[in-house]
């Protein structure tokens, strides 16, 4: 089993539309949890990090996490051309490294 | 801050040539994270650091690789020989842990894109 799963194919959602992104992870001690935006050529980028089970929000996005499923997921509301990119998840392992989904690949429709 | 600066930002070498790779991380972290990404393989980690101390390389492809920190502000990725398999995005991070004051978060430097001819 992987670490970290990002098991959905390239998402396209029309402009204005939620887009939503899953991922799963197995090592259940995982602490804390992050979503990270990648432009093609650049770097990746935190979108946001949460800790608690829950929801939280961060002007457009919300990420909510439930330890129980070691489910963690994102949500784009009001998707915009520019939310184009893929996100990747990643999980804090108990030795303070990240492991690391491969992304999954959004693209908004004008 | 300025962030993880990386240096350079593309190489491009010949196969058999020693490339080396440059980070400085953002001041204050205590971790500092080497990463190549490919379309195949993803984000792999390579090695990281904790204190300028290697803490865990085995990532590290091969002993063609090797990474340095020889103080809290630079650290080097070298491969020696080159070959064109090692063609890829290097990425550099630095982060500050919880129970240090920090969020866990690795913030990622613009990165280093090889290629090896």
């Known amino acids: 089993q992987k670490e970290v799963e990002q098991n959905s194919g390239p998402l396209s959602v029309p402009e204005g539309a939620i887009a939503s992104l899953n991922c799963t992870y197995s090592?259940?001690?995982?602490?804390?949890f992050f979503w990270y935006r990648q432009y093609s050529g650049k770097s990746p980028e935190l979108i946001m990090f949460?800790?608690?089970?829950g929801d939280k929000e961060d002007g457009r996005f919300t990420a909510q996490l439930n330890k129980a499923s070691q489910y963690v997921s994102l949500l784009i509301r009001d998707s915009q051309p520019s939310d184009s990119a893929t996100y990747l998840c990643a999980v804090k392992r108990g030795n303070n490294r990240l492991a690391f989904g491969k992304g999954n690949q959004v693209v908004v429709i004008p | 801050d300025a962030g993880v600066i990386q240096s350079p930002r593309h190489e491009v070498t010949e196969m058999g040539q020693e490339v080396t790779l440059r980070c400085k991380p953002i001041?204050?972290?205590?971790?500092l994270f080497w990463y190549r990404q490919t379309m195949m393989r993803g984000l792999e980690l390579l090695i990281y650091?904790?204190?300028?101390?290697?803490?865990?390389d085995s990532g590290m492809p091969e002993d063609r690789f090797s990474a340095k920190m020889p103080n809290a502000s630079f650290s080097t990725l070298k491969i020696q020989p080159s070959e064109p398999r090692d063609s890829a995005v290097y990425f550099c991070?630095?982060?500050?842990?919880?129970?240090?004051?920090?969020?866990?978060?690795?913030?990622f430097g613009p990165g280093t894109r090889l290629t090896v001819l």
């Open positions: 090592d259940r001690g995982s602490q804390s």
């Open positions: 949460i800790y608690s089970n």
């Open positions: 650091f904790n204190n300028n101390v290697p803490i865990d």
């Open positions: 991070a630095s982060s500050l842990p919880r129970d240090g004051g920090g969020t866990d978060t690795q913030y």
């Open positions: 001041s204050g972290h205590d971790y």
